[in-house]
Every structure is written in C-alpha cells, then in structure tokens.
C-alpha cells in the first residue's frame, strides 16, 4: 500500500484551494525513525519518551538517555523533534516503580503531576534532552497540562534544569522551545495568559476525546459510542483554534484522528495546519488533503450544523462520494 503514496512524498499537502498542512509523524522507539524519511513526514511532532522507559527494566541513566536523544536528533537530520516529557501511570506503569492503587488511573497521577511532585525524574530526563540538543534546537512538550499553574511550574523545572547545564559549563540547546499539551477540557478554558505565554499548544485527541465525552480511551463498548465528528466535539475543537489564532499560539493535533483521513480533513477544514500521525498514515491524509478544496468542506460542515444535524460525518461521506 505505501508505493500508493510514493508519488506524492516529497510533495506538500496542499489542498485544491492552496492551503497547507503540515504532516508529521509520532514516533517513540528508534525504529520508528527510518520512517521518517520513507512517510514523507516534515518532523517529529509526538516523540512519546516513556516508551523508552517502559521497555526496560530499570530506571534508565541519564547518560543513556542522552544518548539516545542526541541519536535521535541526528536520524532527524535538522526536522525538528517534539520530544514529549514522561507520560507514565494511567495506561502506562513503569516495570520499576511501585504502581499506585489508584481507583480510577486515567484520572489519577499520571503524566505533568508526576513529573512536578517528583522532580527528580523530570530534572535528569530534563537534562539529558538539554544535554542531547547541545548546539542544535530543542522542542519539548509538557503532557496532560490541567492548569496554567502546572505549565509554570514545569517551565520553572526546565529552567532549573538549563541553569544547572550553564553553572556546569555545559554547551547549551542553540534554541529551546517549550509547549504544552492540550489533553482535558479544563486547559482551553485556560485563562488568556496562558495562551499568550505558552510556547505551543498540541492537542492530544486521543485523551481530550476521553475526558470530553467522559468514556474511556480503552473501553471499546464505551469509546464507539462518540465520534470526533459529533458537532458538539468539532465545536470545541473549534472553540481552541479560535483561542489559538487570537494569541499567534502554534497549534498541532497528535491523536489518533490526525491520521484517519476523513477526520483529518476535518480538522484541517476547522483551521488546523499541523496535524501528527503515525507514519502509515500521512500518504494516506495527504492524498485526500491534496484532493481536497478546504472552503468546500467547511461549506459541508456549516451547512450539516445548519440543517440540526448532529453529527457532520454522514454530510461529509456524502459530499466525498459525490467528489468521487
Ligand atoms: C493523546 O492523548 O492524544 C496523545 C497523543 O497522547 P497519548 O495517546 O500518548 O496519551
Ligand atoms: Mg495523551
């Protein structure tokens, strides 16, 4: 199926009516990163750190860690890397560390929250990015941020960390970005500021769908009962690329919907123009994209809304078969 899309690799996804997407790619182990080349993708816009974590046996070094970034960044080859600090517990437990009993982990203490009530762990992995990145650009991305304070917070780790780089006289990052991921409804009703001070804004479709429709990513008899295509969830997807474009905030999308075509035209229909996948899927979206007039799909979606319709998708199959 991928020499489908080998015409159109190096091609950019732009649509009939000139607008770009840019594709990228999630990634999380070095194999993943051959494909970097062969999808086409622009960068990496997801690097899922704990999954280096999660296939070991014990805490890695920072040393090791460090290593593997800086490997990373080379097969990147200057495409930028979004490097996602640990997302552990929920889903995700860590072999080593003594799991929580928690009553409902999706909601407990995962991701940021760890990180910033155990700084320790955030400090080395912190170090062993700004350590990997020395000379060269560093992009890295706070996961599952609630609250602005916790954004700050985490923003005060990193500068620990890059303080403590500079008093060892260690050659710092050339540039380094700091973003946030936008995974609970809580974070788009964030105040102003927030978005004026964050570096970037990602949204975790795959946790923000979760807690939007309250259902459970990995219950399957409640997870396809909501489509990412009912109005009510487009709308508030819509609600943060207004908020986006008021304060210049740079805006992806990294869940699982980036990479299904139909839901990525969508998304890109509502203003998105970073959308991140894994690596399969972009010929795929940028196929459809590049067949695709953005203002006709928009004309699509207002008028199914007009019409009562409470989800879009049954108006967008239709118009796509009518295209052909
Ligand atoms: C998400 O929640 O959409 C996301 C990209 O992160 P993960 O799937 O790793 O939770
Ligand atoms: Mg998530």
Request: charged share 25%.
């Amino acid at each position: 199926a991928a020499e489908r899309y080998v015409s159109i690799r190096d091609k950019p996804a732009q649509t009939l009516c000139g607008e770009v997407v840019a594709l990228t790619m999630n990634a999380g182990l070095m194999a993943d990163l051959p494909s970097l080349e062969g999808s086409g993708a622009e960068g990496v816009g997801l690097f899922r750190t704990e999954l280096q974590f999660l296939i070991r046996n014990q805490m890695p070094k920072r040393s090791e860690l460090s290593a593997l970034y800086a490997r990373v960044l080379d097969a990147a080859g200057g495409k930028k890397v979004v490097f996602r600090t640990l997302d552990i517990g929920s889903d995700k437990v860590l072999p080593y560390m003594k799991p929580n009993d928690e009553p409902n982990p999706a909601l407990g203490w995962r991701a940021i929250r760890v990180g910033l009530d155990k700084p320790g762990v955030m400090q080395m992995q912190l170090q062993a990015l700004l350590r990997a990145a020395a000379g060269r650009p560093l992009t890295v991305m706070f996961p599952f941020v609630a609250q602005f304070e916790e954004y700050t917070q985490a923003c005060a780790q990193m500068d620990k960390a890059i303080e403590r780089e500079r008093s060892l006289g260690n050659v710092l990052p050339e540039n380094i970005e700091v973003g946030a991921m936008l995974e609970t409804p809580s974070l788009a009703f964030a105040p102003q500021k927030f978005f004026e001070e964050v570096g970037f804004l990602s949204i975790g479709g795959n946790d923000l769908k979760q807690f939007f429709f309250a259902a459970d990513r990995e219950n399957e008899r409640v997870r396809r009962r909501y489509d990412t295509l009912n109005v009510s969830f487009l709308t508030f997807i819509e609600r943060i690329v207004e908020r986006c474009e008021i304060t210049k905030t740079p805006l992806s999308f990294c869940g699982e919907d980036a990479g299904r075509p139909v839901e990525a035209l969508c998304l890109a229909a509502i203003g998105l123009r970073n959308l991140s996948m894994r690596p399969a899927s972009i010929g795929p979206v940028k196929s459809l994209l590049r067949r695709s007039n953005l203002a006709e799909v928009r004309k699509v979606i207002s008028d199914a809304r007009h019409r009562g319709e409470m989800n879009v998708r049954p108006a967008i199959m239709e118009y796509l078969r009518q295209q052909g």
